[in-house]
Nanobody
Framework: QVQLMESGGGLVQPGGSLRLSCAAS????????MRWYRQAPGKERELVAS???????NYIDSVKGRFSISRDKLENTLFLEMNGLKPEDTAVYYC??????????????????WGQGTQVTVSS
């Protein structure tokens, strides 16, 4: 099976920075698009940033110029560099990826995977 594990969340003051990481592990052949989502209390989960296998990136308007998504394909790791953090960035951040992997029953298979989430709190 495949697991995605986020790290790097925490408490930071407004204007501060954090770097989130998401490491994928398991019998992985390849990973296609990778994404960061976030969910604030009482709100729906929203897509924050995405990166394709080729390295093309997209961001929601509210984080453009402040957040940067990247990936290390050799290490199967996704990153989110967050600068100029604002209180409205407070949320649980989740990584998501479409992974081609070796399934014990089905052989070569592809599926969508999610991490468990990491809390980011921006407050003075």
């Amino acid at each position: 099976q495949v697991q995605l594990m986020e790290s790097g969340g925490g408490l930071v003051q407004p204007g501060g920075s954090l770097r989130l990481s998401c490491a994928a592990s398991g019998s992985i052949f390849s990973i296609d698009d990778m994404r960061w989502y976030r969910q604030a209390p009482g709100k729906e989960r929203e897509l924050v940033a995405s990166i394709t296998d080729g390295g093309s990136t997209n961001y929601i308007d509210s984080v453009k110029g402040r957040f940067s998504i990247s990936r290390d394909k050799l290490e199967n790791t996704l990153f989110l560099e967050m600068n100029g953090l604002k209180p409205e960035d407070t949320a649980v951040y989740y990584c998501n990826a479409w992974v081609v992997y070796r399934d014990d029953w089905r052989g070569r298979y592809a599926s969508d995977f999610w991490g468990q989430g990491t809390q980011v709190t921006v407050s003075s």
